[in-house]
């Protein structure tokens, strides 16, 4: 028999939520069943991304531009920036590993949170490299602790920012401070894929850093408010020199043709991503009021999750509320067995989830 080499061994995969056709099939529901576990857009897909891959269809016989030469011009008109400062992935996650096997020998470390979005971690683990976790502080980043476990051999820094799954944000003077402070040897993974679900204006402007030429990879996604999760399809900003060494590491033809077309025609879609907001902030107000009455301890949310506290295992929650057709997300693995993060939906889905809760809770 053949053996895994062994710290591939110890990599334990990512869980994602559980799809609405398995548990259709597993529970065997009549009732419609609603996903609020992987905090896609409840709205669905951008109509102009929808229009534009019913054309690319027509061409899936052709094999796709391996340079995303019009996403990627699109990308840099829009954010002002050169394509070459610019790599589009088969999700944005897909480019976590790149920049893990890029910059971390098995001897380096990589920092991040303990309760931070787990797909970096196991990127880490990919490379072999060592991972270090600070504790969190308020169920959010800290980060004077994460500046004082910088080591000798600490290559990377990862933040996502709103953090999944506790929804909390890093503002712009604490991310000033820590670039202050920061080594300049260091990479920066800024991870910002509930971007455009933002309002609040003390959340940081990354390309700031860009601009001044930091260490900086800042990841973005079509999976969240554009509607386009599962066509795969996130990108990254970072200097040109990263950025080639990153495009030597994916595969040929990463993102589809179909996929590509969709990116550039979502970028157009400003009433889709404005409807996205909308929507999630109405859902916002009426869900915190709703957990305030049901005397659920949540916290505020800048992304379009919420992360709410039960006080007892969370698994027992999240079976009543899949035998009631509402699947969410349990986070034992980020260190919450307590809690569920639950996506916010549309208002007939937030009603309904609130109406299920005030019966099985
Ligand atoms: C912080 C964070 N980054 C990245 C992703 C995944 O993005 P993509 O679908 O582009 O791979 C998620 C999805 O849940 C996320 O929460």
Redesign the pocket.
Known sequence: MIEAKDYIKGIRPYKPGKPIEEVIRELNLKAEVIKLA??ENPLGTSPLALKAMKQALKESFLYPDDNCYFLRNALAAKFKVMPEEIIV?N????ILPLATLAYLNPDDSAITSQGA?I?FKIAVNIAGAKLIEVPMKNCAYDLKAILNAIQKNTRIVYI?NP??PTGTILTKEEIKNFFQQLPDNILVIM?E??YEYITDPNYPDSFKYFRERKNILI?R????IYGL?GA???YGFSGKEIISDLMKLRLSFNVNRISQSAGIAALDDYEHVERGRKVNEAGKEFLYDAYKKLGLFYLPTYGNFIFVNFDRDSQIVFEALQREGIITRTIKEYGFPNTLRITIGTESQNRRLIKTFKKIL
């Open positions: 992987s905090n992935g999700g944005s996650v897909e979005f797909w996502d953090n999944n991870d894929a509930y990841l996604t079509f999976s969240k999760a795969r399809l996130g």
